[in-house]
């Protein structure tokens, strides 16, 4: 009993900080990835790319060749002082040929975690220890930079053989959907709504001319769960959200999904109507 | 007749046909348990033709001994299945298979 007592003492302050850390409303996580190749006994660049978002961002880095695909998630978990992370491979590799010629594949998946400082680089060898031509450098480091709410991705790919792809994987906690309604050659005022997913929906009316109006209820939701365990892990839908309009008089209703990326969707309505929706990330706070 | 070298010299009057169809029968089963007097016979034979076609004979011709013997054949394929054997231990060695599992997954290092 004692001992369980001091635990929780001991380990109180611990979660204390970490949730201090997590919570943080001006951190901001940063990875910086390299991907080295040798040849000749030369180290040489191949690829270099940076990738920062608020401070739950994920990675996933896909790496290709002809005979060859890692896709990896590495999530980090924050400490003080360290940092834990905790990456879940998804590879496929040629394994042959089949009698009439097609490619056989392999697919193998697995995790891999390690701890290091702040800013400390940590080498990941994708094809294994063996194979040591080719090799990333990751290095995780904090900024305090305040507000911004969504990612931004940087790669650069000096060598062309290689395909190595970097994106920012975090789930929108709330999204800037911009509404414009369309009717004929008469467009509505854009109205600008700040959502968050999964709440209670919002009645918006449009303005049409000097006599007509419409109004529509609209919510946001997340995408349907993905099929695959891949999918699910992988996670290549995390800034997709769904906006889902009930005509607030006839009861009808529509979805569009989409990433918050700024291009407009179009939502036909009921009447002839159209629903302009664009999907971007809240602007600071 | 039990010495070579009278084996030699039946086979030297097998050639001038001066031996009974007895005598050539136990002849023909000496040189085919002997390698040394079917060697010999054939070198007198191609002595033979030699100097008959010098003597004017164009159209003497010996037929050729066989160059290549079963157990020369045989002992190439020996060596060239051990050296195979030795070819494939000795790849396996530099390059290897594609391995275990586990040495072609990834792996972190911490520097």
């Not at chain 2, 097998?14 to 010999?40: I, K, V």
């Not at chain 2, 004017?56 to 020369?72: H, K, L, N, S, Y």
Request: proline letters at 6%; charged letters at 25%; a positive charge.
């Amino acid at each position: 009993m004692r001992s369980s007592w001091f635990a929780s003492v001991a380990a109180a302050p611990l979660i204390f900080a970490s949730t201090i850390a997590a919570q943080a409303p001006g951190a901001r996580i940063a990875y910086t990835v390299r991907l080295l190749e040798r040849t000749a006994g030369d180290a040489r660049l191949a690829a270099v790319g940076t990738i920062r978002g608020p401070q739950d961002t994920d990675l996933r880095l896909t790496l290709g060749s002809d005979t060859s695909e890692v896709d990896v998630l590495l999530e980090v978990f924050p400490e003080p002082d360290t940092v834990n992370l905790t990456a879940s491979f998804y590879t496929r590799r040629v394994a042959g040929r089949s009698r009439r010629g097609l490619p056989l594949w392999e697919v193998d998946s697995y995790h891999r975690e390690t701890r290091a400082a702040w800013g400390a680089t940590v080498r990941l060898y994708p094809y294994g220890p063996r194979h040591d031509a080719l090799w990333l450098e990751i290095s995780v480091r904090r900024d305090s930079v305040g507000g911004e709410t969504r990612p931004d991705e940087a790669v650069d790919v000096r060598d062309s053989t290689i395909r190595l792809g970097l994106d920012a994987v975090m789930r929108p906690r709330r999204a800037l959907v911009r509404l414009t309604l369309v009717r004929g050659d008469t467009v509505s005022a854009p109205q600008m709504l700040d959502l968050v997913p999964d709440a209670p929906g919002r009645r918006v009316t449009f303005v049409l001319g000097r006599h007509d109006s419409r109004a529509v209820d609209v919510s946001l939701a997340r995408p349907d769960p993905p099929l695959t365990g891949r999918d699910s892990a992988l996670a290549p839908d995390a800034d997709v959200v769904c906006l889902r309009v009930i005509d607030a008089a006839q009861g009808s209703a529509r979805v569009r999904c989409g990433r918050l990326n700024n291009v407009a969707r179009r939502l036909p309505l009921a009447g002839g109507d159209t629903l302009l929706a664009t999907f971007a990330w809240p602007a600071a706070r | 007749m039990t010495n070579h070298e009278e084996w030699v010299r039946q086979i030297d009057a097998e050639l001038d046909g001066e031996l009974t169809l007895a005598e050539r029968a136990a002849l023909a089963r000496h040189l085919a348990s002997c390698g040394a007097c079917s060697g010999a016979r054939a070198s007198h034979l191609e002595l033979r033709v030699a100097l008959a076609r010098s003597a004017g004979e164009p159209q003497a011709v010996a037929v050729p001994r066989p160059r290549i013997r079963g157990r020369t054949v045989a002992l190439w394929i020996l060596v060239g299945v051990l050296g195979g054997i030795a070819a494939g231990w000795l790849g396996h060695a530099r390059w290897g298979g594609p391995g275990s599992l586990e040495e072609t997954r990834a792996e972190f290092v911490v520097r």
